[in-house]
């Protein structure tokens, strides 16, 4: 167990069997000290009010999540109180047990961080087979699952590009700490969204803290959620960091098309099958959720797109690390937000242009005047020279409204053409490394772009399709996939066909859960 009662604020002290080996202890010396509280269950009543339906926050396949308000109105906290099962999620003879809510007590008592839902403490039921109640920080703002499928105003491309470098920087975080933790269940509905609406990772039931070499790792079976599952992780031993980067592909792909991972609306269902021929043919914008189109910048979604198919790429080897990901995503980041910039520089360009246009007709008007005096005394030489001058004026400033000339001198002439050049581009030759943009005739800037040959090398990934789904009556249903055996579906590590459990659930919302049994 990775953690210790202990009371209010007090720090703990963690007595983990991975510390047991010598080597690793010295190194978990250096470990920042995580201060978990643990909560007596007539707090966490008194807070939820009896788990009253006012409080209830959302069900998940482990159990039921409530807002809690705690310490005389100081503390918002979210309380994940286990409901219908507790059955372990490591099962081995050679190894302890433990439920997914001790497992996520252990995992998050290791790790803290900004971009994680991070443990608060925990409570033990014991009236209840002594059962662990969860506490974590609480988030306001929903998951991305709601932000994606159900919001009235989806997002954009700015906040859709943000929370994508969110997510993408707490798998990383998972992933380098020592050692690692695998998430195994990286997903939209796992997304909640803070009070600054910024995009946090939860859900750590499944996760795993170990070496592959690790015997807890060698003998916990895969798991993870339908739709998001790495194809080829099949066998305990197959788990690596790379599974979450499928998964992390797989949202990608749901953030970038606003779909669902296996959506029976679409042909195909899956939606690595859906997308990743059309980006492999450059129809990026075929894969943009349609309800807001596609990104200003057309290097925004191709790279997006390129980065999510070589996430969800069938070799293992080829998928990048997840901190080559967070890399792309700020080159990403940058460029979406350009656009913004842009337009402000547009916006500031018209009204230079408007007040010139306005100079002009006043310039204009004072000419004529000028020339009216002229006529008029045609003998004064100096009212000449003051007319030519003005005219002289107005011609700079006519260049400048057009921005064609490199001669302009005036300021707002100037303005004109800086402000056109960024962001714009207007010949874009991709080479192996870098992109020449040329911003003004005979000017060519390098600029980093993603390699367009990965793209083309792009495995398309032939997960099995979903042929039939059969309603066996007592809550369970049977998944057959095409091109796999069909033999056996409980007790098996055969993606082809799963049992899973669950009640009152849709169809359509069952193939989202967690198989937690193969
Ligand atoms: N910390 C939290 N703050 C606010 N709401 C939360 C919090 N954690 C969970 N919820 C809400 O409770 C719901 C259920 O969460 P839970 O993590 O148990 O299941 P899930 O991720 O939706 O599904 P599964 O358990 O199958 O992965 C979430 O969809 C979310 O709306």
């Not at 792309?328 to 242009?353: F, H, M, T």
């Amino acid at each position: 167990m990775g953690y210790l009662s202990c009371n209010a604020e007090s720090a703990i002290a963690t007595c983990d069997t991975y510390n047991w080996d010598l080597r690793k202890k010295k190194k978990a010396k250096n470990r920042r000290i995580i201060c978990i509280r643990e909560f007596s269950f007539h707090d966490l009543t008194t807070a939820t009010n009896s788990f009253s339906a006012d409080c209830f926050l959302g069900k998940g396949s482990h159990g039921s999540v409530y807002k809690a308000v705690l310490d005389d109105g100081k503390l918002v906290a979210a309380v994940k109180k286990t409901t219908f099962f507790n059955r372990p999620s490591v099962n081995c003879t050679n190894c302890s047990t433990t439920s997914p809510a001790e497992n996520e007590i252990e995992i998050l008592s290791w790790v803290q961080s900004p971009r994680l839902v991070n443990l608060i403490g925990f409570c033990v039921d014991y009236k209840h087979g002594n059962k662990k109640l969860l506490v974590v920080e609480y988030m306001p703002n929903g998951s991305l699952y709601d932000l994606l499928h159900s919001a009235s105003r989806p997002p954009g491309w700015s906040t859709r590009v943000r929370f994508a470098l969110q997510i993408a920087k707490a798998i990383r975080t998972l992933h380098s700490s020592n050692p690692p933790v695998i998430h195994r269940d990286v997903k939209s509905s796992n997304i909640l969204i803070d009070e600054n609406h910024n995009a946090r990772l939860s859900d750590f039931g499944l996760a795993l803290r170990g070496h592959v070499e690790d015997v807890k790792i060698k003998c916990t079976p895969p798991a993870g959620t339908l739709g998001y599952l790495d194809p080829r992780y099949l066998a305990p031993a197959d788990l690596s960091t790379k599974s979450d980067v499928f998964s992390f592909g797989i949202l990608l792909l749901e953030i970038i098309s606003g779909r669902n991972a296996i959506d029976l609306n679409y042909s195909p269902p899956s939606v690595v099958d859906w997308a990743v021929p059309m980006i492999k043919h450059g129809d990026f914008g075929g894969i943009c959720d349609r309800r807001i189109g596609p990104p200003p910048d057309p290097s925004v979604i191709r790279q997006l797109a390129v980065l999510a198919a070589r996430c969800v790429r069938s070799s293992v080897e080829k998928r990048p690390e997840i901190s080559e990901v967070v890399e792309y995503l700020k080159v990403v980041r940058k460029r979406v937000q350009s656009p913004r910039i842009w337009s402000n520089i547009q916006r500031r360009v018209r009204c230079a242009e408007k007040s010139s246009a306005q100079q002009v007709v006043e310039m204009k008007r004072q000419v004529l005047d000028a020339s009216e005096e002229v006529v008029k005394t045609s003998s004064n030489s100096r009212v000449s020279r003051v007319g030519s001058r003005r005219s002289r004026r107005v011609s700079s400033v006519s260049g400048a409204e057009y921005g064609s000339s490199a001669t302009t001198t005036c300021t707002a002439g100037d303005r004109v053409m800086r402000s056109k050049s960024i962001g714009s581009v207007s010949e874009m030759r991709v080479g192996p490394e870098v992109a020449l943009v040329r911003r003004r005739p005979g000017v060519a800037v390098k600029m980093p772009v993603m390699r367009l040959s990965k793209s083309r090398s792009v495995g398309v990934l032939r997960s099995p399709q979903l042929v039939r789904c059969n309603n066996k009556g007592n809550g369970g249903y049977v998944f057959e996939f095409n091109g796999k055996s069909s033999a056996d579906s409980r007790g098996t590590s055969d993606v082809s066909k799963l049992l899973i459990s669950f009640d009152e659930k849709s169809e359509r919302k069952m193939l989202e859960k967690p198989i937690l049994y193969f």
